[in-house]
């Protein structure tokens, strides 16, 4: 690995404060007052205003003057004007907008073989077989060669550039005795980002003389705002001397290039080289530019019907499975059958369906351990909900430690509660990359610091470029979350059918199952009763009546659950209630209940408080009963509370590991996924610790978890 320098992105390219010296610039307010000259305006166009002043009669030429004035009273850009003679030589002029000033600039006329007239014909016989041409490539192929033809250029290349912004020369023409550079790939740190900007901006660049000395602007900024003049949108604006040396390392004495703009982004660029210096007349660079944006127009509409193909021949497959998972009682289960499955949707290697901890692999996949740890890693770097990546090796080493045997991931997360997601993975795709030239940076130091060095040399280097997959398209991401909004309205259905479920099964629970239970546990205490002297039939009414009470207090908690969740709310009394005496008393009750269980309570300082007793006993019992069967039964329950004028505080705590931090935000949710997993209490539904939060509630308290020196406590605070 190298250190990376940003010079290179730092160097403010756009306000050079020169210009190249085969024209000159006049920059004027809106009134008319010139602004900023350069330095060899007088040279090439005679007499002209001083700074602060207006043109006049004797400046320029009626025709100039008459198209500058017309400018100036307009908000749009004025056509260029072709072939003007100025007496001092003739000019091709153009106007430009930059801030609050008119830019003119007057670039030198240079005669060609071919009438500039005749050259519209030709760009027009050209866009015609471009137009005919239906694959990309070989629509960049016939670009590149009209434009060699058009311009006379040495070298005409197009580059395409790649996801990691590195650019592939794809079409090349050029002299016969020429190196040809098809196939070589060059460093995304070539054209740095505000480069990038500028292309999208301007998307030609002529650097007419690769040798030239640069020509100053005079006053240096802006009399009115005492800032550089902004030269984004100038044909003649100075060029990065980084660049210069670049040209100069590469054999190149002028170059052109011409942008090729997609969806407003830099896609590709096609380069023209010449071994000497070069200019190209202003109509031909717009004959050339319009052939590339006819070009930027094709290839975005092949690309958007690409795309568009792409996500048409996912839909049948991603309507199969939605409708699948919609009559499957557990969408785990549906994604799980095959034909089609949802690693279908996309190239890919393999796939994995996970959510609440369950996973269904499918194709070469990792192992549940290792979709853990990716799932951590997503939530810690807190991704958005559709991730992906060519390279696991790059932007997460630590998962490969953990064995994550892929290069590529696509992620869609479907349920953040449930840790619901759905992975696609690649495998890793070695790659031999043609480079021109080491593209691994050289420094040296200079004015600015340390800074990148161009390279010396453009002679191939090949490299094998490892731990990387093929890169996930635009389509296949759109894909993975259409499949993930499909996931979310079905988990949406099902959870809302499931609260109906539920609701049918509390209102059984409370109406049919309550008198029933009711008579059963009377009639074994009668058994018990009468026959006490049958050590068996005790026995018997005895785990009837224990068993029974279990029940009941599962009834009662599901029906305070129904009551919270239909919004009726628990039913909260406060009356002044001794808090030391309800403690002790709870003790006693729970300890005979539990021979050998061990609770240590402190409450001297309780007092008296306006609560809710029997509420007040359902908290401290649940609580009692989570540590139970959560913590160390070697050794004792913790029991605390004090108050003081405004406050009663009880804690209670137990001996035991800690709690999972992932499990922390859903503590007091009733029907963890989690509850369901513990061992030691495998009948738990998870509700006893969401009702302890509502009761709470209910008075206005507040309740929370906290571990430390070994122990887990749940601290509750009531207003008094």
Not at 35 to 50: F, R
Not at 392 to 419: C, T, W, Y
Not at 471 to 483: D, H, K, R, V, Y
Not at 647 to 669: K, Q, R, W, Y
Request: negative net charge; aromatic residues 6%.
């Amino acid at each position: 690995m190298y250190r990376l320098i940003s010079n290179c992105d730092r160097e403010p390219i756009h306000i050079p404060g020169s210009i190249q010296p085969h024209g000159a610039l006049l920059a004027f307010h809106r009134d008319g007052i010139l602004a900023i000259h350069s330095d060899n305006a007088s040279d090439l166009l005679g007499l002209l205003p001083g700074i602060g002043e207006a043109l006049d009669q004797r400046h320029l030429n009626p025709q100039v003057r008459e198209a500058l004035q017309h400018a100036l009273d307009s908000d749009d850009r004025h056509d260029d004007l072709f072939n003007i003679d100025l007496g001092t030589g003739t000019f091709d002029v153009i106007f430009s907008l930059s801030g609050n000033l008119l830019v003119v600039e007057f670039e030198q006329y240079r005669n060609t073989t071919v009438s500039l007239e005749a050259f519209p014909a030709l760009a027009q016989r050209a866009i015609e077989r471009i137009q005919r041409q239906q694959a990309t490539q070989e629509l960049i192929n016939v670009v590149v060669k009209e434009i060699h033809s058009l311009t006379g250029f040495d070298r005409v290349m197009a580059y395409r550039f790649l996801p990691d912004d590195s650019g592939e020369v794809i079409a090349e023409r050029k002299r016969n005795d020429l190196e040809s550079f098809v196939g070589q790939r060059y460093p995304g740190g070539d054209i740095p980002a505000q480069a990038r900007r500028l292309y999208v901006l301007n998307p030609l660049r002529l650097i007419a003389d690769v040798a030239y000395k640069p020509v100053p602007l005079f006053p240096k900024n802006n009399p009115l705002t005492q800032a550089p003049l902004d030269l984004s949108r100038s044909v003649l604006r100075s060029v990065s001397p980084i660049h210069i040396e670049y040209l100069t390392n590469m054999g190149v004495a002028a170059s052109m290039s011409i942008s090729i703009v997609v969806n407003g982004k830099l896609w590709g660029m096609i380069a023209c080289h010449h071994t000497s210096p070069y200019l190209v007349p202003r109509a031909v660079r717009m004959s050339c530019q319009l052939l590339s944006q006819i070009v930027s127009v094709l290839v975005e509409r092949t690309l958007w019907q690409e795309h568009v193909q792409a996500i048409e021949h996912s839909a049948t497959t991603r309507i199969k499975i939605t409708e699948r998972m919609m009559q499957a009682g557990d969408i785990l289960h549906a994604l799980a059958e095959q034909e089609p499955n949802f690693i279908d949707l996309m190239a890919c290697q393999g796939g994995v369906a996970t959510i609440d901890g369950r996973t269904e692999n499918f194709g070469k996949a990792p192992e549940p351990a290792t979709i853990t740890a990716l799932i951590q890693w997503l939530e810690a770097n807190q991704v958005a909900d559709i991730f992906a990546t060519d390279s696991i090796l790059r932007d997460a080493p630590a998962l490969v430690e953990k064995g994550l045997n892929a290069s590529g991931v696509l992620a869609a997360r479907f349920h953040r509660e449930r840790k619901g997601y759905i992975f696609w993975f690649r495998g890793e795709q070695i790659e031999n990359v043609r480079w021109g030239g080491n593209p691994e940076k050289i420094y040296t130091t200079g004015p600015l610091g340390d800074r990148l060095t161009p390279r010396g040399s453009f002679a191939e280097w090949k490299q094998e470029v490892k731990g990387k997959s093929s890169s996930w398209l635009a389509s296949e991401i759109e894909i993975a979350g259409q499949f993930r909004t499909g996931l979310q309205e079905i988990a949406l259905s099902k959870s809302t059918m499931s609260e109906r479920a539920r609701d049918t099964l509390f209102a059984t629970l409370g109406h049919d199952l309550r008198d029933p239970l009711q008579a059963i546990m009377m009639a074994a205490q009668m058994l018990e009763l009468q026959d006490d002297s049958n050590p068996t039939k005790s026995s018997l009414s005895k785990r009837i009546v224990n068993s029974g009470g279990r029940m009941k207090r599962l009834i009662a908690e599901v029906l305070d659950v129904s009551r919270i969740q239909s919004g009726q709310g628990l039913n909260v009394i406060p009356v002044e209630t001794d808090i030391h005496a309800l403690l002790h008393d709870l003790r006693r009750e729970v300890m005979t209940a539990h021979p050998g269980l061990q609770i240590d309570l402190e409450c001297d300082s309780a007092g008296i408080a306006l609560i809710d007793p029997d509420r007040l006993s359902q908290i401290i019992t649940n609580l009692l009963s989570n540590a139970r069967h959560h913590g160390d039964r070697e050794k004792p329950i913790g029991v605390h509370a004090s108050s003081t004028d405004e406050m009663l505080t009880i804690s209670v705590s137990n001996h035991g590991a800690e709690i999972d931090p992932h499990l922390l935000p859903n503590l007091f949710n009733p029907f963890k996924p989690t509850s369901h997993n513990n061992q030691r209490h495998p009948q738990g539904l998870g509700l006893g610790l969401y009702i302890v939060s509502e009761i709470v509630k209910g008075h206005q308290g507040n309740i929370d978890a906290s571990y430390a020196d070994g122990k887990i406590t749940f601290t509750m605070s009531f207003p008094k």
